[in-house]
């Protein structure tokens, strides 16, 4: 029962700590897709090292005393990994709130997570040394499904980071104790959440020290990250999970913002703004007197909670705003109101999150929302002047993606490109003689929309330029299941990638998808050799994990709402992944002829690919309920071809299955979300591991055939 115990706790340790050390390091790398494809692959391949090195040990003493020791080692692990993450900044002179390099990323990341990940890569081999391999995943996974529960739903929203740290080394201390049979210390360990009471003064002197020259005026967690906020002087400023997000005041960017779009209509009257409305952008959109109502739609209720706190702005705007919390792209596919202006004022598409907001299909759904005579509006990061091939091929695939549904867009080259969409002609040539009449029209007095930067930034000369280069560059559409914005901005900006890199970044963004499945081919030499059983555990791995970051994207731009399901759909993984391993250890059937099953759970793996390529191309109802079950479905695949590799390759190779495993699925995670997913698509992903999960599957059959 003791051992029980601690496999329960280890495992529901393990996937809070993740999930805390993830968004620590997404806060320290801004969020990018880059960043926590390389953190969740470094968690895995030190876990996989971890395990593969201590099975190589020859320890010969008390294993309940090595998993004791383990467990005190890994208290001072977590939390030598928060404070690593959060102190990078003034360890590494790294300006707070701006995008850090690749190497940097890379550095921070292998140094930050290698201790906590190679322990508890270490413990499943130290216990599967003195309770059965099978039943140690059995009963972690079902901790970790626990434990996805807990962190999502209750103690992210309610307990700050350092806290939440601290009731895992209670925890884990409890387990040591309890393993060497020493029950008062166990019980004593429980002092460490007396802490909890000074958990969030703790945590702000913290993060005080973590951002050095800001003078931080309120920190606050929510479900989609931690929102800081500074002041300069005068200036109020907000960051949202580690990156800039907006000052105030800051009339230059929101009068850009809003003011183009509304001004070339001819009167409008409602308004829907999707982002950006807390620094003042209501009040500037109200400035128009046709305006009658604004719906401002905001995804995280507490950033707009702050901004009014801290935003002194008396405006009472009665009946003629109406706030709307949650997912813009829900709204969109629910509403029936129509609009005669929709304006996008969210951050560039540099990560998957954001790029659901630039894709062919997001303008569609604000298409139908528009009135006839509609204008739609979006902006982008640009380059002072010159335009260069990588940035017009970013430009014009947001244009092609936009020209799918609206029939004439113009591109105003102002401090953003500005993206201009309708039905009906504009006018390109016209656009300062009309933006100028309807400012004398409707007497708005403007600071930084006016005649006078008219002259200078939208002369026809710069206009004509801008529009040539982007007719000169290539174009891909940017779809939901393709999702190439983002790819193109993290390369492009933030200095996330060097000039190298980014050469191979963009020359592989040409190659054609089917060159990715050439490497399929050195699946064949590992015919009829007993070694494919382990690229069969890489594979399986791989996929396991390719196919949960598929499913997590297609949620989010199928369904429209992503974050308040997250916590189910980990854990539907999880108990996935129990709910396989009890199947295996409790139905004899699996038992009989181990290769044969195993080769069956590596075809019904391609199977599974293509029963979400599936999903992926369709419109199927119920979305919302289709993927986690699938997800529970490929859990329960990785929890029976874990036992039945067991099975086959020995008891006593446990640990190096478990850390192949884990290596595999670090690789499976790298590549999906950073090069396969915006490169070749979702469709060809899904194909590309259909392809590799047969290849592996047959050859398994072959040395059966032995």
């Not at 993830?22 to 968690?43: H, K, P």
């Not at 995804?299 to 405006?315: C, F, N, Q, R, T």
């Not at 969210?346 to 005579?373: C, G, I, M």
Request: charged fraction near 15%; aromatic fraction near 14%.
């Amino acid at each position: 029962m003791r051992i029980r115990i601690s496999v329960f706790i280890i495992g529901m340790s393990s996937v809070i700590a993740q999930t805390l050390i993830m968004r620590e390091g997404l806060t320290l790398f801004g969020g990018y897709e880059l960043a926590s494809g390389i953190l969740l692959c470094f968690w895995l391949i030190w876990g996989g090292i971890g395990s593969i090195f201590f099975k190589t040990l020859r320890i010969d003493s008390d294993s309940s005393g090595t998993v004791s020791i383990l467990l005190l080692i890994q208290c001072f692990c977590v939390l030598f990994a928060l404070l690593f993450l959060r102190y990078s900044f003034r360890i590494f002179s790294l300006p707070y709130g701006e995008v850090i390099s690749l190497k940097n990323m890379l550095f921070i990341s292998g140094i930050g997570l290698m201790p906590l990940c190679m322990v508890f890569g270490a413990l499943f081999p130290a216990i599967s040394r003195i309770f059965e391999p099978n039943r140690v995943y059995l009963f972690e996974g079902i901790g970790a499904f626990i434990g996805g529960i807990l962190i999502t739903f209750v103690l992210i929203n309610h307990i700050p980071p350092i806290g939440i740290v601290f009731i895992i080394i209670t925890g884990l201390l409890s387990c040591s104790f309890i393993l060497r049979e020493k029950y008062v210390l166990a019980v004593f360990s429980f002092a460490i959440l007396i802490l909890l009471t000074q958990a969030t003064d703790i945590e702000f002197a913290l993060r005080r020290v973590q951002m050095g020259d800001q003078r931080i005026v309120e920190l606050k967690e929510s479900r989609y990250g931690m929102i800081a906020v500074t002041r300069t002087q005068e200036q109020i400023n907000f960051y949202t999970s580690g990156v800039y997000d907006f000052s105030y005041p800051d009339p230059y960017t929101t009068e850009e913002a809003v003011h183009y779009p509304l001004l070339l209509h001819n009167e409008p009257r409602t308004v829907l703004l999707i982002g950006g409305g807390v620094g003042n952008c209501l009040k500037q959109i109200l400035k128009h007197p046709s305006v009658e109502q604004v719906t401002y739609v905001e995804i995280d209720p507490l950033l707009y909670v702050l901004g009014s706190k801290h935003i002194s702005e008396d405006e009472n705007y009665g009946n003629r705003v109406q706030i709307v919390f949650g997912d813009a792209r829900f709204y969109l596919k629910n509403t029936r109101k129509k609009f005669d202006v929709v304006i996008v004022n969210l951050p560039d598409p540099v990560n998957a999150q954001l790029n659901r907001f630039f894709t062919q299909d997001f303008f569609a759904e604000t298409h139908r929302v528009l009135r006839s005579k509609g204008i739609f509006s979006i902006r982008i990061s640009s380059p002072p002047n010159i335009i260069g091939v990588f940035y017009g091929e970013l430009l014009h695939t947001v244009q092609a993606s936009i020209a799918r549904t609206y029939d004439h867009v113009i591109v105003l080259p102002v401090s953003k490109m500005t993206y201009i969409a309708s039905d009906f002609a504009l006018g390109a040539q016209n656009v300062r003689r009309q933006l100028t009449e309807s400012i004398e029209s409707r007497e708005l007095d403007l600071r930084y929309v006016n005649s006078y930067f008219f002259d200078f930034e939208l002369t026809p000369e710069k206009i004509g330029y801008v529009q040539e280069r982007i007719d000169a560059s290539e174009a891909t559409l940017n779809t939901d299941i393709k999702p190439v914005c983002y790819y193109y901005t993290m390369v492009l900006w933030g200095g996330v990638v060097s000039e190298n890199i980014r050469k191979v970044f963009v020359r592989m963004f040409h190659i054609s998808p089917w060159v990715f499945f050439i490497p399929l081919i050195f699946v064949l030499p590992f015919y009829r050799r007993r070694s494919i059983v382990y690229l069969s555990i890489i594979a399986v791995g791989a996929s396991e994990i390719s196919a949960e970051v598929v499913l997590i994207i297609l949620f989010q731009v199928l369904f429209g709402y992503l974050y308040g399901w997250i916590g189910g759909i980990i854990a539907a993984y999880m108990l996935g992944l129990a709910a396989g391993t009890f199947l295996y250890l409790k139905t004899p059937f699996f038992k009989r002829d181990p290769v044969i099953k195993l080769c069956n759970v590596e075809l019904a793996m391609g199977v599974y690919f293509l029963c979400i390529l599936a999903v992926s191309l369709l419109a199927v109802p119920g979305v919302n309920i289709l993927i986690p079950v699938l997800i529970f479905c490929g859990g329960v695949i990785g929890g029976l071809h874990f036992p039945l590799s067991v099975a086959i390759l020995s008891r006593e190779r446990a640990g190096l299955i478990y850390g192949v495993d884990l290596i595999g699925s670090a690789f499976g995670a790298l590549i999906t979300a950073i090069i396969l997913i915006p490169i070749i698509g979702i469709p060809f992903t899904c194909l590309l591991f259909v392809g590799l999960n047969i290849l592996v599957g047959f050859g398994l059959r072959t040395i059966r055939d032995k």
